[in-house]
C-alpha cells in the first residue's frame, strides 16, 4: 500500500493560502497577512488581541493613563481659548476688543459683550438702572465661563504660553481626566477667590490666569512628590507673584486663589495613598469643590442683605 504524500500546511484564516509559518502561541499556520511581529517569532491576530487583554494598561505614578503624554487636553484647551476670543471680538465688532483697552499700558484690549455675560461679576448691572447680573443673581455659570475669555491678544498669548508650558508636562504626569480636573478646580477656585472679594458694582473679571496659576502651584507639587529638584520653579513662580502685585488691573485674588486651590488639588493627586488612590482622589477634589461652593453661598448672601 502506497503512503500519501505530505499535505501543505495552509493559514487557518486564509485557507487557500499555503503557509509554513506558525503562530508561536496557539500554533496555527498562518500566511503573510495574518502575522503580527512579536517578540520571539510571529504570532496569529487572535493570539495578539487576547495578549492585549491580558495585560493592564500603564498607568502613570499618579494613576492616570499615559495618553496624557500627547497633550490632548492642553491643546484642546488653547483652542477653546483660542475660538472663545475671536467669538468676543466678533461680539464687540471693534478694533478695542483686541487692543487699546487699559490693562498693561492700554494694550490689553477692551471689555466686549461675551466678557460682560461671562467674567466673575458678584452683583451688578451693565447699565445704570439696568437689569442686575452677577453670581450672586444667579448666574453661577460665570464662575467656569470666566476661564475662557480675555481682556485682549496680549492677555490671552500670556496665558496660554503658560498653559502650553505647564500643561504639556502635567497632563503627561497625571493623565488626561486628573489633569483636566486639575485645571479646571483651580481656575473655579481663583474665580470664587475673586467673588469672595468683589465690589457690588465692579466690572466682570475674565483670564486663564487662575487656572495657570494653579497650575505653577501644581508642577512645584509634583515635582517635590518625585523627588525633582524644584530651583528652576521657585524663582519663576516669585516673578509671576511680583507680577501679579505690580502691574495694575491684574486680579490679585483670583491668582492666589487659583494658585492656592490648584496647589490643594495637586497634593490630593500626588499624595493619595496607592492602594485607594483613585478613590482619594475623587473625594478629595470633591471637598474642594463643596468648601468653593460653600463660601459661593455664603458671599451671596452677604451681597444680597
Known amino acids: 500500500m502506497s503512503e500519501s504524500p505530505p499535505t501543505t500546511p495552509v493559514c487557518y484564516r486564509h485557507p487557500g493560502r499555503e503557509t509554513y509559518v506558525r503562530c508561536t502561541r496557539c500554533d496555527r499556520p498562518i500566511c503573510p497577512d495574518c502575522m503580527r511581529d512579536a517578540s520571539v517569532g510571529h504570532q496569529c491576530p487572535e493570539c495578539v488581541n487576547e495578549g492585549r487583554r491580558s495585560v493592564r494598561p500603564a498607568r502613570t505614578a499618579f494613576g492616570g493613563g499615559t495618553a496624557g503624554r500627547h497633550g490632548y487636553v492642553t491643546k484642546t484647551l488653547i483652542a477653546l481659548n483660542v475660538l472663545f476670543f475671536l467669538i468676543s471680538i466678533a461680539s464687540a465688532r471693534s478694533g478695542s476688543a483686541v487692543v487699546g483697552g487699559s490693562g498693561f499700558g492700554g494694550l490689553a484690549g477692551d471689555e466686549t459683550p461675551l466678557t460682560r455675560w461671562g467674567g466673575v461679576l458678584g452683583y451688578a448691572s451693565y447699565v445704570a438702572f439696568g437689569p442686575v447680573h452677577g453670581v450672586a443673581a444667579g448666574e453661577w455659570y460665570r464662575l467656569v465661563t470666566a476661564m475662557f475669555l480675555h481682556y485682549g491678544v496680549i492677555h490671552l498669548l500670556l496665558n496660554m504660553w503658560a498653559l502650553w508650558v505647564l500643561g504639556r508636562e502635567l497632563e503627561g ?3 488626561r481626566v486628573r489633569f483636566l480636573a486639575l485645571y479646571l478646580i483651580a481656575g473655579i477656585g481663583g474665580n470664587v477667590a475673586v467673588f469672595l472679594v468683589s465690589a457690588p ?25 518625585l523627588g525633582q529638584n524644584t530651583s528652576a520653579i521657585v524663582p519663576i513662580l516669585v516673578i509671576n507673584l ?62 444680597l442683605n
Do not use: C, D, K, N
Open 201 to 225: 458694582y465692579q466690572s466682570p473679571t475674565v483670564g486663564a490666569s487662575t487656572a495657570t496659576f494653579g497650575l505653577f502651584a501644581a508642577i512645584f507639587v509634583i515635582m517635590r512628590r
Open 242 to 303: 511680583v507680577f501679579t502685585f505690580a502691574v495694575p488691573g491684574i486680579s490679585i485674588p483670583g491668582h492666589l486663589g487659583g494658585l492656592a486651590v490648584g496647589g490643594a488639588m495637586a497634593a490630593v493627586l500626588a499624595y493619595a495613598p496607592r492602594e485607594r488612590r483613585t478613590l482619594v482622589q475623587v473625594v478629595g477634589g470633591a471637598i474642594i469643590l463643596l468648601i468653593l461652593l460653600a463660601l459661593v453661598i455664603f458671599r451671596t448672601v452677604q451681597l
Open 173 to 175: 504626569a497625571l493623565g
